[in-house]
Structure formats: C-alpha cells, structure tokens
C-alpha cells in the first residue's frame, strides 16, 4: 500500500530565504506527482505536476524535482516570502489508479517571518 | 476565469440528518472527484466521476452516494450522519480523467454534525 510521507511536519523560517520541502513514496510505481498548497481553511491549489518520466518541473520560484527510484521528491522555494506562508502537500497517483486517486501525505506547514 | 465552486460554504447538521453538497466544475471540465478531510488529516478520496459515471470509488462510507449531472455539476449525498462525518470536503475537476492534466480544487465544504 503506497504511503507518502513528508518531512518536516513544520518549518519557520525568515523572510528571503530558500527553502526546501520534502517527500517520499513507499511504492515507485507512480503514474505521477502533484505538489499543492492549501491556506487555512481553504481548498488546495496545485503548484507543479510532475510525471513518472520527468525529473523536474519548474515554475517562477518553485522547482520541483522527482526522483522515482529512490521514491523522493523535493520542492524548492527561492527567495521565500511571507505569502508563502500555507501547508504544503505531496500527493502521488499509482499505476492503475485513476486521476483523482491521489495519495496524500500530512503536508509541511511553513511559517515565512517577515 | 471562475475555478471550482462548491456550495453551500458551511454547513451544520444534527446527528442522523441528511445532507447534500454541491460542485460546480470548472466550464468544459468533464470529470469531478469528492475528498474528505478531516481536522489535521490528509485529504481521502471517495469517488469520482467521469462524463456522469461513476469512474472511480474510494473510501466513500455506504451512507454517502453522489451522481453527476448532465451539466457535469455533482452532488454528494449524505444520509444519516454521525459526528464523525464532520470534516472539509472538497470537489476538484479536470479535463478527462487520465492523469497528466492537475486537479483543480474547490475551496470545500466544511460540514460540522452535532
């Protein structure tokens, strides 16, 4: 049964500075992986998608890359600001599931201190 | 443009109440799916639904059902409820439901049974 663990459960940090979040996956067969950002009491909003074949994907201060082998995958944050400042998800889809079959881990929780 | 709209924003029911929770996919998106999230815990996925059929099934409880209109809006139903249903729940959409395009997520629907 694939579980999906990322470390750490929180993190503080000032402002400006670079950051990165980690997760892992028990099982590699993975169809790909998604990194989210939830506000409090808000929905989820996708950050970066990463299929199985890719390595990395990127968007304005966020890389993303993925190891699958190793089940690892990390999230970069450059620069970091206090909007920033959300719970950060890892969700992955195994072969076979469907789209929305995601598995997510418990989030990190980052706290951006201006 | 307009992301996923679910209603209504909160909700309050008794135990043994019914309750019925509404998404509105985004336009020309044909595939939706339902999460529970629970206080502190990763979202879990109960169902979803393709171009109106039921295309995928996860820990949804037999006291709940959902279908998905011809408008490709859905409802989750959920019938004789218990304290322990309290959570958000959200609906995300996508474009056809193989994975490779990321899920958008509605902002939920926190439901708190009394």
């Known amino acids: 049964k694939q579980e999906v663990t990322q470390i750490p459960a929180a993190l503080s940090v000032p402002e400006g500075e670079n950051l990165v979040l980690n997760c892992s996956f028990t099982d590699s067969a993975i169809y790909n992986l998604q990194w989210f950002r939830q506000d409090p009491g808000k929905g989820l909003t996708s950050l970066l998608l990463i299929q199985s074949s890719q390595r990395e994907q990127t968007s304005g201060r966020l890389n993303a890359s993925l190891d699958k082998s190793s089940g690892r995958s990390t999230l970069y944050i450059a620069a970091s600001q206090p909007g920033d400042s959300a719970t950060y998800l890892c969700?992955?889809?195994?072969?076979?599931?469907?789209?929305?079959?995601?598995?997510f881990g418990k989030g990190t929780k980052l706290s951006v201190k201006p | 443009a307009a992301g996923v709209i679910q209603s209504p924003r909160h909700l309050i029911k008794e135990k043994r109440e019914t309750a019925t929770l509404k998404c509105y996919p985004i336009s020309r998106h044909d595939t939706v799916y339902w999460y529970q999230q629970g206080p502190g815990q990763d979202p879990q996925f109960l169902i979803s639904f393709y171009e109106k059929m039921q295309s995928d099934k996860g820990s949804i409880p037999d006291r709940f059902s959902a279908q998905q209109f011809s408008d490709y809006h859905s409802e989750l139903n959920m019938s004789s409820l218990e304290l322990g249903d309290s959570a958000l729940y959200f609906c995300a959409s996508s474009f056809g439901e193989s994975a490779g395009s990321p899920l958008h997520f509605g902002n939920g629907t926190r439901l708190t049974v009394t």
């Open positions: 969700a992955v889809i195994g072969y076979g599931g469907s789209q929305g079959n995601l598995i």
